[in-house]
Nanobody, 116 residues
Framework: QVQLVESGGGLVQPGGSLTLSCAAS????????MGWYRQAPGKQRELVAI???????NYGDSVKGRFTISRDDAKTSVDLQMNSLKPEDKAVYCC??????????WGQGTQVTVSS
């Protein structure tokens, strides 16, 4: 069974930066997209960023220009560099891996809190 493990969450002041990392417990064949989603209390889960196997990216409107997603297929990992963080970025961030077969794996999530 594949596990995705996120790290890098925590408390940061507004305007600060954090880097989230997600690594799979073993190599996974047939990965199509890797991505990050977030869910704030009382809100629906939303897309933060995804990256496909050719390196094309897609970002949620609220994070465009501030967040950068990258992946390392050799390590089966995906990172999210978050800059200029805002209080409204507070959420649980989960990474995901989607295979070409459309099977998806999810991490347990890591908390990001932006507060002074």
């Amino acid at each position: 069974q594949v596990q995705l493990v996120e790290s890098g969450g925590g408390l940061v002041q507004p305007g600060g930066s954090l880097t989230l990392s997600c690594a799979a417990s073993r190599s996974i064949l047939g990965i199509d997209t890797m991505g990050w989603y977030r869910q704030a209390p009382g809100k629906q889960r939303e897309l933060v960023a995804i990256i496909n196997r050719s390196g094309s990216t897609n970002y949620g409107d609220s994070v465009k220009g501030r967040f950068t997603i990258s992946r390392d297929d050799a390590k089966t990992s995906v990172d999210l560099q978050m800059n200029s963080l805002k209080p409204e970025d507070k959420a649980v961030y989960c990474c995901s891996v989607t295979l070409s077969s459309h099977r998806m794996y999810w991490g347990q999530g890591t908390q990001v809190t932006v507060s002074s």
